[in-house]
């Protein structure tokens, strides 16, 4: 599994809402999905941008951030996260219930898969720390 922390001038990013009748509905994401087989991650995250948002984005421009690592019932879930600052285009809910952009610190509010608890304190600290350097 790959996702993206997409980041605006803000230094807000961008999560989406899983839809009903999927496992997990209701709960924000980041943005992503599966690898296929032969697929380079990069790839996969663009392919993934196009389709759930309408957005292009450079393989080049994607940098991994963190990982996370966690047993969904009888699956293991192994996700890579990127950050991207710089893509085309403005983000649509394609697959989405809903968008928004929030700062990492507001996200503790929202209700998110488990996996994405120690990814959004990763995510938290890196952009504060790019805030103050
Ligand atoms: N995209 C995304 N998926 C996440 C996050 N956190 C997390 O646990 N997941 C899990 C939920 C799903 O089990 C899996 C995402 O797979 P997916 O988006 O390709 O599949 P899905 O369950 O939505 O459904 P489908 O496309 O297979 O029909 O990863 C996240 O932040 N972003």
Not at 24 to 35: I, Q, R, S
Not at 92 to 111: D, G, K, N, T, Y
Request: aromatic residues 4%.
């Amino acid at each position: 599994m790959v996702a993206v922390a997409l980041v605006d001038a803000e230094g807000r990013v961008l999560v989406q809402q899983r839809p009903p009748g999927k496992p997990m509905a209701g709960l924000w994401e980041f943005p992503g999905g599966k690898v296929e087989p032969g697929e380079v991650p990069e790839a996969a995250l663009v392919r993934e941008l196009a389709e759930e948002l309408g957005i292009e984005a450079e393989p080049g421009a994607l940098t991994p951030i963190a990982f996370a690592s966690e047993t969904l019932g009888a699956r293991h879930l192994l996700l890579l996260l990127y950050r991207a600052d710089a893509w085309q285009g403005t983000p649509e809910p394609r697959h989405a219930s809903a968008l928004r952009w929030v700062h990492p610190a507001a996200m503790r509010a929202l209700a998110m898969p488990p996996a994405d608890v120690p990814l959004v304190d990763a995510l938290e600290r890196l952009l504060s720390s790019s805030v103050s350097a």
